[in-house]
């Protein structure tokens, strides 16, 4: 069992940056691949990033790729997302994810979810 938490959430200027983290507990967590999801307000979750579980592979929605950019620290059990030229449309709960799948891969499925941090992106 992973559990995950969250944070670094926040309100942003539209073009600013922001980077959220979380923190993972549980075993085996370099065993994980990992991801990033979000859900805005009337809408339904969206996948964002994935990583693998080495960090050598890496997957990002269309609608972010080139601004965000995933990372993870195994030996502190943590994954990030650095978010950068913000856009209102960005405004969503975003949510970290473990995969039993080591991998980074389209259609991967996430077998535990975090409670979520809050992104809102003023224009």
């Known amino acids: 069992q992973v559990q995950l938490v969250e944070s670094g959430g926040g309100l942003v200027q539209a073009g600013g940056s922001l980077r959220v983290s979380c923190v993972a507990s549980?075993?085996?967590?370099?065993?994980?691949?990992m991801g990033w999801f979000r859900q805005a307000p009337g809408k339904e979750r969206e996948f964002v990033a994935a990583?693998?579980?080495?960090?050598?592979?890496?997957l990002y929605a269309e609608s972010v790729k080139g601004r965000f950019t995933i990372s993870r620290d195994n030996a502190k059990s943590t994954v990030s997302l650095q978010m950068n030229s913000l856009k209102p449309d960005d405004t969503a709960v975003y949510y970290c994810?473990?995969?039993?799948?080591?991998?980074?891969?389209?259609?991967?499925?996430?077998?535990?979810w975090g409670q979520g941090t809050q992104v809102t992106v003023s224009s």
């Open positions: 994810a473990a995969s039993k799948i080591p991998v980074a891969v389209t259609g991967m499925p996430f077998d535990y």
């Open positions: 549980g075993r085996t967590f370099g065993s994980y691949g």
């Open positions: 990583i693998s579980w080495s960090g050598g592979s890496t």
